[in-house]
């Protein structure tokens, strides 16, 4: 007799033989985005239609790239699925860390967006699907540019952006000139950064790897970007990433947020922002150069080849970053609310069109950003805001520390960068990148 409590998944029916396949229970390593929210909570349809049962580990930025890398690194097996990016994603599967997904039924791989598509690929080959897709922008209160008799132009300079900031702030009540990320950590405050950098005409390495961490152009857009959060920043920056900027956004905390065109439907969504009614969308400001201004970044799923579970594995995959799932999800949480910036069917959509007004300002950005064209002079990485190297992830940490340090007054800008030089350089001398 078949248990049923052990075998709950998968009737068959073929030539009159019912087959039963076992139910597998798949654990799931993601970050507490609010699209990866919305995924844990329609999940549990997946379940119902497969038996299969899902244990969710939802993690901040930081301890999940910690956690994973750690994981995958070792060949731990603590997870079946895992949410990762753009950056690890080629590096990941060149190693043999992640299994190929270019074998799904009914998927349209040719709907996925050109760019996204080949972020996540090595030599042709997918080793991770798009989850949610996004380049970076400026968000900013329409009636408060109003009020004061601003207009944001389509293609904000860093200075202009000074400007309206230190006009906007009002601390006395609450509300902010500017919120920008200060959170330490690669994808944290170095992921914004490094976009003020490129624009600068900054890079992290010269054609001969060596590190140009202290040289002007990085100076200039640190020193910038800590006077800006010092006169016209909220208090405590230093512990602010996206999921905190956006939280005050939506809460009419802040005149202007530079950050994930992925937060548009969110801060928009009425059901989370105070302020949805009151947003205006633009590009990402620049400085002395637009190269590398915007950042180019995807949220993706990738199945460990460490997993016993891979049929289910993929299944779950498949149906999370398909377009049936993007429709339920308009359909349930509102269009407003669908995951961006990796189908081209999203955006001919009618429907998302009507609920998303910033629909093409957000592609646009995303099919504009060019990792293999993102600084004013020559490097020898592609990668906006991060550099395409195993080594990036300690190194944009370590880095993004210092700049925190800066930020906070305990130590100066040119200390910070020296510091951030000298074990970059150190880092990439042992690692045999400079001889």
Same mark, same amino acid.
């Given at each position: 007799?078949?248990?049923?409590?052990?075998?709950?998944?998968?009737?068959?029916?073929?030539?009159?033989?019912?087959?039963?396949?076992?139910?597998?229970?798949?654990?799931?390593?993601?970050?507490?985005?609010?699209?990866?929210?919305?995924?844990?909570?329609?999940?549990?349809?997946?379940?119902?239609?497969?038996?299969?049962?899902?244990?969710?580990?939802?993690?901040?930025?930081?301890?999940?790239?910690?956690?994973?890398?750690?994981?995958?690194?070792?060949?731990?097996?603590?997870?079946?699925?895992?949410?990762?990016?753009?950056?690890?994603?080629?590096?990941?599967?060149?190693?043999?860390?992640?299994?190929?997904?270019?074998?799904?039924?009914?998927?349209?791989?040719?709907?996925?967006?050109?760019?996204?598509?080949?972020?996540?690929?090595?030599?042709?080959?997918?080793?991770?699907?798009?989850?949610?897709?996004?380049?970076?922008?400026?968000?900013?209160?329409?009636?408060?540019?109003?009020?004061?008799?601003?207009?944001?132009?389509?293609?904000?300079?860093?200075?202009?952006?000074?400007?309206?900031?230190?006009?906007?702030?009002?601390?006395?009540?609450?509300?902010?000139?500017?919120?920008?990320?200060?959170?330490?950590?690669?994808?944290?405050?170095?992921?914004?950064?490094?976009?003020?950098?490129?624009?600068?005409?900054?890079?992290?390495?010269?054609?001969?790897?060596?590190?140009?961490?202290?040289?002007?152009?990085?100076?200039?857009?640190?020193?910038?970007?800590?006077?800006?959060?010092?006169?016209?920043?909220?208090?405590?920056?230093?512990?602010?990433?996206?999921?905190?900027?956006?939280?005050?956004?939506?809460?009419?905390?802040?005149?202007?947020?530079?950050?994930?065109?992925?937060?548009?439907?969110?801060?928009?969504?009425?059901? !989370? *922002?105070?302020?949805?009614?009151?947003?205006?969308?633009? +590009? $990402?400001? @620049? &400085?002395?150069?637009?190269?590398?201004?915007?950042?180019?970044?995807?949220?993706?799923?990738?199945?460990?080849?460490?997993?016993?579970?891979?049929?289910?594995?993929?299944?779950?995959?498949?149906?999370?970053?398909?377009?049936?799932?993007?429709?339920?999800?308009?359909?349930?949480?509102?269009?407003?609310?669908?995951?961006?910036?990796?189908?081209?069917?999203?955006?001919?959509?009618?429907?998302?069109?009507?609920?998303?007004?910033?629909?093409?300002?957000?592609?646009?950005?995303?099919?504009?950003?060019?990792?293999?064209?993102?600084?004013?002079?020559?490097?020898?990485?592609?990668?906006?805001?991060?550099?395409?190297?195993?080594?990036?992830?300690?190194?944009?940490?370590?880095?993004?520390?210092?700049?925190?340090?800066?930020?906070?007054?305990? !130590? *100066?800008?040119?200390?910070?960068?020296?510091?951030?030089? +000298? $074990?970059? @350089? &150190?880092?990439?001398?042992?690692?045999?990148?400079?001889?």
């Amino acid at each position: 007799m078949v248990g049923l409590k052990t075998f709950a998944a998968g009737l068959a029916l073929a030539s009159g033989v019912v087959t039963v396949a076992s139910a597998e229970n798949l654990t799931i390593a993601t970050v507490n985005n609010e699209d990866m929210i919305i995924m844990q909570r329609l999940s549990s349809k997946w379940e119902q239609q497969t038996g299969n049962k899902i244990n969710w580990v939802i993690l901040e930025e930081n301890v999940l790239r910690q956690k994973v890398t750690t994981d995958i690194a070792t060949k731990g097996g603590s997870y079946d699925i895992i949410t990762i990016g753009a950056y690890e994603t080629p590096i990941w599967g060149k190693k043999g860390w992640l299994t190929e997904l270019d074998d799904f039924k009914d998927y349209d791989y040719d709907d996925l967006l050109a760019p996204v598509k080949a972020g996540l690929s090595v030599d042709g080959k997918l080793y991770a699907v798009p989850f949610y897709a996004e380049s970076s922008f400026t968000m900013y209160r329409k009636d408060l540019f109003q009020n004061a008799g601003f207009t944001m132009p389509e293609h904000p300079t860093y200075d202009q952006i000074k400007q309206f900031a230190d006009k906007l702030t009002d601390k006395a009540n609450g509300t902010y000139g500017i919120c920008l990320r200060g959170k330490a950590g690669w994808g944290e405050n170095m992921a914004f950064l490094g976009t003020l950098v490129n624009t600068y005409g900054g890079r992290w390495f010269d054609m001969d790897w060596k590190p140009q961490l202290n040289s002007e152009a990085w100076k200039t857009a640190i020193s910038f970007y800590i006077d800006l959060m010092k006169a016209d920043g909220p208090p405590g920056a230093v512990g602010n990433g996206f999921n905190e900027n956006q939280a005050l956004f939506a809460g009419g905390k802040c005149a202007m947020w530079i950050d994930a065109t992925s937060a548009a439907g969110r801060v928009s969504n009425p059901k !989370e *922002s105070h302020v949805a009614d009151k947003i205006g969308f633009t +590009a $990402s400001p @620049t &400085a002395v150069t637009p190269n590398g201004s915007a950042w180019a970044w995807s949220w993706a799923l990738a199945i460990p080849t460490s997993s016993k579970k891979e049929a289910a594995a993929k299944d779950f995959v498949r149906w999370a970053t398909s377009k049936d799932y993007i429709k339920l999800v308009g359909e349930t949480e509102g269009w407003v609310a669908a995951p961006p910036g990796t189908r081209k069917s999203t955006y001919d959509n009618p429907e998302y069109q009507k609920a998303a007004p910033f629909a093409s300002i957000v592609v646009n950005a995303i099919l504009a950003a060019d990792p293999t064209h993102a600084t004013k002079d020559p490097v020898p990485y592609t990668g906006v805001q991060f550099v395409a190297i195993p080594e990036f992830q300690g190194i944009g940490t370590s880095v993004g520390q210092s700049i925190a340090t800066a930020l906070v007054g305990s !130590e *100066s800008v040119a200390d910070a960068l020296q510091k951030s030089q +000298a $074990s970059t @350089t &150190a880092t990439m001398t042992k690692a045999g990148y400079i001889k």
